[in-house]
């Protein structure tokens, strides 16, 4: 059961394009019956702060670099300067965490090659150590703590670690995963919100073997998106 003190918040959701939605996190926030507001940034601008307490991010095929193109990318590195200078909650996800790493000051770059697909990621010992990571790493049904889990991945840039921030976990291909600026903002690389639906329709137009992913997302999906919600109750918990 969801405890009270998580009503009375409002979450604004920032989507960068029309299929890379809130996923679980929406699920999350409607049973918990906390108000939120998804905006579409291809069709809509990005709006003020206001009385917004929390700040979500989503990915996109873009660069953050490309914001010239894409101008609300801009905005949002605005808005998350905003955000964090008044102490209010962010959470990055994939180009999310690319915008927060920019918007903090931060090179964002290519990768070495993609990382598409279900990829180990490991904390490092300020993530062991971190709080709201922890949730993340305890297996959602045995109770116990992993150092060293699967996620959802799919992307091809990354990022330097803004100074003053805290890196939290890293996997093989891409040494800054996660971090935390302060102890309101959070960025991840990887895909904590998706459903098995998203990734199903992710992958349906690229060349790979659809069936191997089926098998890897329906091994691993359950645990993950457990490991998620688990996330969500600590980090949206009203502090």
Not at 184 to 198: D, G, L, P, S
Request: glycine share 6%.
């Amino acid at each position: 059961m969801i405890v009270d003190t998580l009503r009375l918040m409002s979450v604004l959701i920032l989507k960068n394009i029309k299929t890379e939605g809130p996923g679980t996190i929406e699920d999350f926030l409607r049973d918990a019956n906390i108000h939120y507001n998804i905006v579409e940034l291809e069709t809509e601008p990005v709006p003020e702060a206001n009385n917004s307490d929390i700040l979500v991010m989503m990915g996109g095929p873009m660069s953050v670099n490309e914001s010239d193109i894409y101008t609300y990318i801009s905005k949002e590195e605005e808005l998350t300067r905003e955000f964090i200078k008044k102490g209010r909650k962010v959470l990055g996800i994939c180009l999310g965490a690319q915008i927060m790493a920019k918007a903090l000051g931060a090179n964002v770059y290519k990768g070495k090659e993609p990382e598409i697909g279900w990829y180990n990621i490991e904390l490092t010992e300020s993530g062991i150590k971190d709080n709201i990571m922890k949730k993340l790493a305890l297996h959602p049904k045995a109770g116990d703590f992993w150092k060293k889990f699967s996620v959802f991945h799919w992307h091809g840039e990354t990022f330097d670690m803004p100074e003053g921030a805290v890196r939290l976990a890293k996997s093989d291909l891409y040494p800054n995963q996660a971090f935390k600026y302060n102890d309101n903002a959070y960025a991840f690389q990887f895909h904590i919100e998706v459903t098995k639906e998203m990734v199903y329709d992710w992958f349906k137009n690229e060349p790979v073997d659809l069936n191997k992913i089926k098998i890897a997302t329906e091994k691993l999906y359950e645990i993950y998106h457990g490991r998620a919600v688990n996330f969500y109750k600590a980090f949206f918990a009203k502090s």
